[in-house]
């Protein structure tokens, strides 16, 4: 019998040295920054019955097999990156100058009015992919004025259903198709992405940045900024930028369910695999009108990411490439430029014969003209 391994001692329940979290809890790590709306969006199809499909004792008057397809829209922030390019301005050497940012958002809207960019751009894609959907764009400028900069949507069934309510038949943006093309995963797809862009399109309109180089007197609520050139020699230009956040588009199919709409039959919605309690017609119907349905989980995903305005601007400065001092100045300036980088470039060239010696720096111009005879 080989020997029992000895047992190890006992720790004492202080000794903690060896677990971080013992003393306390350790603090939860960070997420990634994958931030995602949803928006949910409904279609219903309808097939007709006819006597075959329904039971002798009901009426085929008006009977059919309603389908609801639930899509479910994703907008994931991937990232930012620079805007549109806003103001530009070239500083010469030594001038200062300031700078008044205004927005048009500040003036437009009250103070109790104001709410932030992704709101804004929300209330713009439920209210446009609302009258998309319905086939009402007619009516979309009416709807797009009486929702003011800030204001709440109140279309059909408002900001907080069409975008984080539940899929359920009284959304506002759910709508019937006669055509069952309408129903693919890509066709619900490039619909939503219409009405994004556009939604994108006005809230970069609505939250634009006006710059320039005098203080408007009737706004109180004005961004000075205040900018000065300390180059001796060279000229520097500043690019100002609205920062903006990239959005992609994914639409997948979340959920179908069905009803059978006849005279008596009970008007509750099932799912597509409880069909067994129907009639062998009723099954029948149904399994035609299934193969012109898109599956649960189809999905589509937009190549071209929406871009969405924040309140921020990045100043890019771009120092000018040609010296403006006097002509003998500047050609001196350059000679120095190049012997630095001759000297890098002699370094580089030593390092990679394997030359390891302490660098014996490249004499100056000044120490040139000194030692010469």
Request: aromatic fraction near 6%.
């Amino acid at each position: 019998m080989p020997p029992k391994p000895e047992a190890e001692p006992a720790r004492p329940a202080s000794d903690c040295s060896d677990d971080p979290c013992c003393v306390s809890p350790c603090d939860p790590p960070w997420l990634t920054d994958d931030e995602c709306l949803i928006y949910y969006d409904s279609r219903f199809f309808r097939r007709a019955l006819d006597r075959d499909h329904v039971e002798p004792n009901r009426s085929v008057g008006g009977s059919f097999i309603e389908f609801k397809i639930t899509y479910e829209h994703r907008l994931c922030r991937r990232g930012k990156q620079h805007g549109p390019l806003v103001y530009t301005v070239t500083l010469l050497p030594g001038e200062k100058i300031t700078l008044y940012h205004s927005e048009r958002f500040r003036r437009i809207t009250s103070e109790q009015d104001r709410f932030s960019v992704a709101t804004t751009f929300m209330q713009f894609a439920s209210t446009i992919h609302q009258a998309r959907v319905t086939n009402s764009m007619e009516a979309l400028s009416d709807r797009l004025a009486s929702v003011k900069t800030g204001s709440s949507v109140s279309a059909g069934g408002g900001l907080p259903s069409a975008i984080l309510g539940t899929p359920s038949g009284s959304v506002s943006t759910s709508a019937s198709v006669t055509d069952h093309t309408q129903l693919s995963v890509s066709h619900a797809s490039d619909q939503f992405n219409q009405s994004v862009t556009q939604a994108s399109m006005l809230t970069h309109a609505e939250r634009s940045v006006v710059v320039s180089t005098y203080e408007d007197k009737e706004t109180a609520d004005i961004t000075a900024r205040s900018i000065q050139n300390d180059n001796a020699c060279r000229a520097v230009t500043y690019f100002v930028r609205q920062v903006v956040e990239l959005y992609s588009v994914t639409t997948a199919v979340y959920d179908i369910d069905y009803r059978l709409v006849a005279a008596d039959a009970p008007g509750d919605w099932h799912t597509l695999d409880d069909v067994d309690w129907h009639t062998e017609a009723v099954r029948n119907a149904f399994k035609e009108a299934v193969v012109l349905l898109p599956k649960v989980g189809d999905e589509a995903e937009r190549p071209r990411a929406v871009s969405v305005p924040t309140d921020g601007t990045v100043y890019d400065p771009e120092l000018a490439k040609c010296c403006s001092c006097e002509p003998e100045r500047a050609h001196r300036a350059s000679l120095e430029d190049q012997l630095l980088e001759l000297e890098v470039e002699r370094r580089r060239l030593l390092l990679a014969k394997g030359d390891l010696t302490p660098f014996m720096p490249a004499p100056t111009a000044e120490a040139a003209v000194a030692g010469t005879p």
